[in-house]
Every structure is written in structure tokens, then in C-alpha cells.
């Protein structure tokens, strides 16, 4: 199977089998980049389906507070796409599983969209989320994507409309990434949005697996979220998680929450 089939298949597997997909977020190099790949290897080991690992950048105009915390930690710590490349090589060496990079536009556009997409797929890069590049300027990064053996995995939200989602869902491979809530990521107490009719909408326009993020905090709250879809994505409850270790290792904190959500989707 080529690189850029894997998470469809990976999630695929899991809907036939009737279990929720779990996609965790970390952001790369909050702590420092060998942190990240111990942090990722053992998500994997206790029950995370595909890892998203995000580039800190200094404007990410769609993550929160926890996020962006994280992200000026990293780049505080001079991590940069390279160091996170290699990281992704070290995941990667001990780790089947999909891997995602979840990215802002500008960093990729300075390093070469081209190179970038070549050198992510070389180091065991499965797919990427570029949340600030509109579909209608998607292309050239679609297609340089597309030659690597990528998955360019498109964002919707409920204010998208039907347009647009049949544009953007005929466009697009991996998985539809369908954002619960207006602004931007963060745990939440509730998710007010109508998910039933959010992703029965866009259940409409594809057959590729859909993934629900943005504001879930907890097992509970992701147990509720993943009854609407194939999978949810989890970052900030993870994050604020890793953050608050301690004394405690943020690996194990990070692998005790994962844990937990598992449990939630596989009671479901």
C-alpha cells in the first residue's frame, strides 16, 4: 500500500470492524523533539490510531491558547521543520501506524512546497492539514502531495455549504476533517453544534472516513462526538495534559489519556 493509503485504510478497518478511529495531536517540540517521538510511541502503544503531530508556528490562526502555548514553547526551543522531519523518522522506526503533519501554510511555502512534500513522504509523513490554505488556492500543494504520496486532508466546518463541500470532498483523499465548532481548537464544556446533522450533511457529498475535532475535552465528550463519525481528533485536552505533568512523565501522562479515550470509544 502507498503512503497516501494508509489512514484511509487505517480507518476504514476500524468502521468495518464498528470501533471510532482516535487521531491525537501533539504539537512537535513542546518539550523538545526527542520528547515528541517517546510522547508519540507510546499514544501508539496505548491506543492511538494516527498520530498528528503539529508544526509550532508563531501566527497559528486556528489553534487556542493550549496550542498556541505549546507552539511558542517549541519554537522557544528552536525546533524546526527539519528537526521535525527527523522525528518523524524516529517515530516512524518503531511505529506502522499513520502519521500527520498539521501545519500553517507559510513555513512550507518558504521551505518549497515541492521539497517539503518529497522530504515529509521520505521521512515517513503520511498526510498533511494546512487549516489556513483555502481550498481555492489548494492546488499546487494538492498536487505536489499527490506526486509524494500524500493525503492534502481538507477542513469543514458546519458553515460550509453544500458548494463548497462537494468541491472540496471530491478534491480530497485520507479523511474529512469536520470541525465541531466556530473558532478555534480548545476543550470545551459542550459542543453546542448539531453534529448528527453536521456530518450527515457531509456524509452526503463523500464515503471517505470523518473525523470530528475542535473542543472535545475528555473520554466522555469523545465517546459522544464519535457516535456522529468515524473518528475524533483529539489535541488540546492531550496537550494541556503533557504541559501539566510535573514530576510525572509527560509520555505516561499523554499515554494515560489516550488510554482513557479508548476506552471510551470501544464502550460505544
Known sequence: MSAQGLITDCLEKLRSKGRKGLIAYITAGDLNLAATVEIARQMFANGADVI???IPFSDPLADGPVIQQASCRALAA??????????VENIRRDCPQPIILMGYYNPLYQYGIRQFAGDAAAAGVNGLIVPDLPFEESAPLREAALEAGLDLIPLVAPTTTDGRLHKITKA?????????????TGARAEIKTDLAAFTARVR??????????????????????????????????????????????????AAGLVERLRFALDTI
Open 78 to 87: 528552536g525546533v524546526d521543520l527539519s528537526g521535525i522531519l527527523h522525528a
Open 52 to 54: 498528528e503531530l503539529g
Open 172 to 184: 480530497a483523499t485520507g479523511f474529512i476533517y469536520c470541525v465541531s465548532v466556530a473558532g478555534v
Open 204 to 253: 452526503c457529498h463523500t464515503n471517505l472516513p470523518l473525523a470530528v475535532g475542535f473542543g472535545i475535552a475528555g473520554p466522555e465528550q469523545a465517546a459522544r462526538a464519535a457516535v456522529h463519525c468515524d473518528a475524533v481528533v483529539i489535541g488540546s485536552a492531550i496537550v494541556k495534559a503533557i504541559a501539566e505533568s510535573g514530576m510525572v512523565s509527560p509520555a505516561v501522562c
